[in-house]
């Protein structure tokens, strides 16, 4: 087979007329040779930090949807399944990922649960750690969330660790924030990338320190206009990433989207590749080829270096998308589950006040850090109840995994954590969902218990999902596999999430992408406040703290 283009050489930066002729999967030559073709060919994309679950789509129809967009293999770290489902989860990932040509590397959750702060369905330590770090379809420890932990020297925090190193595999970071003297301890420990840099100038430390720092653009954090301008001079040490990406903005594009906003802003062509196609090849060594004689027979062909519209996709010499048609076939699947709960009632729900003010998540806009705010709550027959007017909204998380939880005495019945939550903006009804970092507990927000309760009995009933819901008015998008997954192609998943998040905006939600911040409003390790099944916490301080502020 021979397809001709213009070739771009990333190493020499060049680019020429030529032929890449490909034979069982591999590329055997690259030739010049003069012809009138103006495609382009390059390298596939790669989205370096990836958690698949948050497409909402096992790995096999993920890879229906990118390919589409020019991505031949990812970096993907399994940790949300690992969370419902342990190591059982992660073999899960991998032997639906084979089945299909896109190219999954895999990574070992370093952080299951990531802290003893909330309920999961699983627990990965060290020995556990040691036991996939062993396997060939295991290519790195992913990120490393309890940053506390590497900075006072947890011995199985540190086992973990070791055992990348024994084998010979990256570690990767999960540090936001951490700067000074805490992030040369965390990298002195080993770990060599980061994500979650927000600010340019926590991004240019972590560089200068010898971080490989990805930027990161997905549904909910954003972190692109804030990393950019680091790249020209520090191409050699980035990567790009989505590390979450919701079904319906998989469909609109994928890594391709971010190398066509870098060529927007000025930024040389051939630097934006070099972290689009070849920097996680060599960092994490990859099975994915770069365009070379003898490689894997792995590359796109695209309509310019402006918009990167993808014409063609090949993985292993395999043509696996054509124009915006996806050659990946369905492949069936199991959905295992772990959802073991009873429906609750309205009085759950409820939760008792003095009149004095209360602490208040605030989410912001594209970023995973909350700020805590103080605010005088809004009490009705003794109760605490949503302040609609304020927009200070009562929030719960409910632990899906049992009924009762363990005290230091006896088993006793688990009560929904409640807190309240600013800038979700419902007028009416409520917002709920199963996908909920990094427990996957249940998560929603609400104008009244009732619609709260409503919200939270509808996802219990499918086994998980995302739901909205306005009185006798609902929206369900079920999500069986794990409770975080759909069964259906992403097609279908897609058109239902944008319907859901259409209601949740008409319900009031102002948020681009409300089911996606609501996703990370239980995640404990990005700081400030967070709520998780046992209560509200601080990621500051890394404790529980009161919901009602002293006076």
């Known amino acids: 087979m021979q397809i001709?283009?213009?070739?771009?050489?990333?190493?020499?930066?060049?680019?020429?007329?030529?032929?890449?002729t490909v034979e069982n999967g591999k590329i055997i030559s690259i030739i010049e040779k003069n012809h009138n073709i103006k495609n382009y060919i390059l390298p596939g994309f790669i989205d370096s930090h990836i958690h698949i679950e948050s497409s909402m789509l096992v790995p096999s129809e993920f890879a229906k949807i990118a390919v589409l967009h020019g991505t031949v293999a990812t970096i993907s770290d399994p940790h949300e399944i690992a969370n419902v489902l342990g190591t059982a989860g992660v073999y899960y990932m991998i032997e639906n990922g084979k089945k299909v040509p896109l190219k999954f590397h895999f990574g070992a959750p370093s952080c299951?649960?990531?802290?003893?702060?909330?309920?999961?369905?699983?627990?990965?330590?060290?020995?556990?750690?040691?036991?996939?770090?062993?396997?060939?379809?295991?290519y790195y420890l992913a990120e490393m969330m309890n940053y506390p932990g590497?900075?006072?020297?947890?011995?199985e925090v540190l086992k973990k660790i070791e055992w990348a190193k024994y084998f010979d595999k990256p570690v990767d970071g999960h540090a936001p924030g951490l700067r000074g003297e805490p992030i040369k301890k965390y990298i002195s420990a080993g770990i060599t990338t980061d994500h979650e840099c927000f600010t340019f100038e926590e991004a240019e430390e972590k560089l200068s320190l010898g971080m490989k720092v990805l930027i990161r653009e997905g549904s909910a954090a954003k972190n692109f206009e804030a990393l950019i301008d680091l790249l020209p001079e520090n191409y050699e040490n980035m990567m790009?990433?989505?590390?979450?990406?919701?079904?319906?903005?998989?469909?609109?594009?994928?890594?391709?989207?971010?190398?066509?906003?870098?060529?927007?802003?000025?930024?040389?062509?051939?630097?934006i590749l070099q972290a689009a196609c070849v920097n996680p090849v060599n960092h994490y060594k990859m099975n994915v080829g770069l365009l070379k004689e003898k490689d894997a027979a792995d590359f796109i062909v695209v309509e310019d270096l402006v918009d990167f519209k993808v014409k063609q996709t090949y993985i292993n010499g395999e043509l696996v998308a054509k124009n915006g048609e996806s050659f990946v076939k369905h492949i069936p699947f199991e959905t295992p589950n772990n959802f073991n709960i009873t429906s609750k009632e309205i009085s759950d729900f409820a939760?008792?006040?003095k009149g004095s003010k209360i602490r208040v998540i605030e989410a912001l806009e594209g970023q995973l850090i909350t700020n805590k705010i103080h605010h005088k709550s809004l009490i009705v027959d003794g109760k605490i109840i949503?302040?609609?007017?304020?927009?200070?909204?009562?929030?719960a998380v409910v632990n899906r995994y049992e009924n009762t939880t363990r005290g230091e005495a006896e088993l006793s019945e688990a009560k929904p954590a409640v807190a309240f939550i600013k800038n979700f903006g419902l007028k009416k009804g409520a917002i709920a969902s199963s996908v909920a970092h990094d427990c996957h507990n249940i998560v929603v927000v609400g104008t009244s218990d009732e619609e709260i309760c409503n919200a939270v009995n509808l996802i219990i009933e499918n086994r998980g999902g995302v739901c909205a819901v306005n009185g006798s008015e609902n929206k369900m998008l079920p999500l069986p596999v794990a409770g975080i997954m759909s069964d259906k192609n992403g097609w279908e998943t897609g058109k239902l999430y944008q319907e859901i998040d259409a209601m949740a905006k008409e319900l009031g939600s102002n948020l681009k992408a409300p089911f996606m911040t609501l996703s990370f409003m239980a995640l404990l390790v990005i700081p400030d406040l967070k709520l998780s099944d046992k209560g509200l916490f601080s990621g500051n301080t890394f404790s529980f703290v009161d919901l009602e502020v002293e006076d």
């Open 386 to 395: 949503s302040d609609t007017e304020n927009d200070i909204l009562k929030m």
């Open 150 to 155: 590497v900075l006072f020297d947890d011995a």
């Open 112 to 138: 299951v649960p990531a802290t003893n702060f909330e309920t999961a369905g699983a627990i990965i330590n060290s020995e556990g750690i040691k036991e996939l770090m062993a396997s060939p379809d295991i």
């Open 4 to 20: 001709q283009g213009q070739i771009v050489d990333i190493q020499n930066k060049r680019i020429y007329t030529g032929e890449v």
């Open 240 to 271: 790009f990433c989505s590390d979450d990406k919701h079904p319906d903005d998989l469909i609109v594009g994928h890594i391709n989207l971010l190398c066509a906003r870098a060529v927007a802003k000025g930024i040389d062509v051939f630097k």
């Open 351 to 353: 939760i008792s006040g």
